[in-house]
């Protein structure tokens, strides 16, 4: 059993930048890759980026090149910086823990956090 809680959410301005963080709960936190996802009103939930075990990452198109997602295992935590925001960015982001690294789909994870709301302004 993994219980996770995300926070660093907030307002910012475009161009602006935030770090979301996602404390995990579980001795066994390592053995599980991590994801981001995202949703916003009226919209299904997307993924935005993923790290394995070891610390290998995969974005979406959307965010790559401006977020950057890391692990640590010794804290049990993993960091998305995100960096050059838009109003498009504008949702609130799910971290979530599955058994599979490289999978974009939301069922694919097994467990998930409460959720942090990002506000991105123009």
């Known amino acids: 059993q993994v219980q996770l809680v995300e926070s660093g959410g907030g307002s910012v301005q475009a161009g602006g930048s935030l770090r979301l963080s996602c404390t995990a709960s579980g001795r066994t936190f390592s053995m599980y890759a991590m994801g981001w996802f995202r949703q916003s009103s009226g919209k299904e939930r997307e993924f935005v980026a993923a790290?394995?075990?070891?610390?290998?990452?995969q974005y979406a198109d959307s965010v790559k090149g401006r977020f950057t997602l890391s692990r640590d295992n010794a804290k049990n935590e993993v960091y998305l910086q995100m960096n050059s925001l838009k109003s498009e960015d504008t949702a609130v982001y799910y971290c979530?823990?599955?058994?599979?690294?490289?999978?974009?789909?939301?069922?694919?994870?097994?467990?998930w956090g409460q959720g942090t709301q990002v506000t991105v302004s123009s």
């Open positions: 790290v394995s075990w070891s610390g290998s990452t």
């Open positions: 979530a823990a599955g058994q599979m690294f490289g999978r974009i789909w939301p069922v694919s994870y097994n467990y």
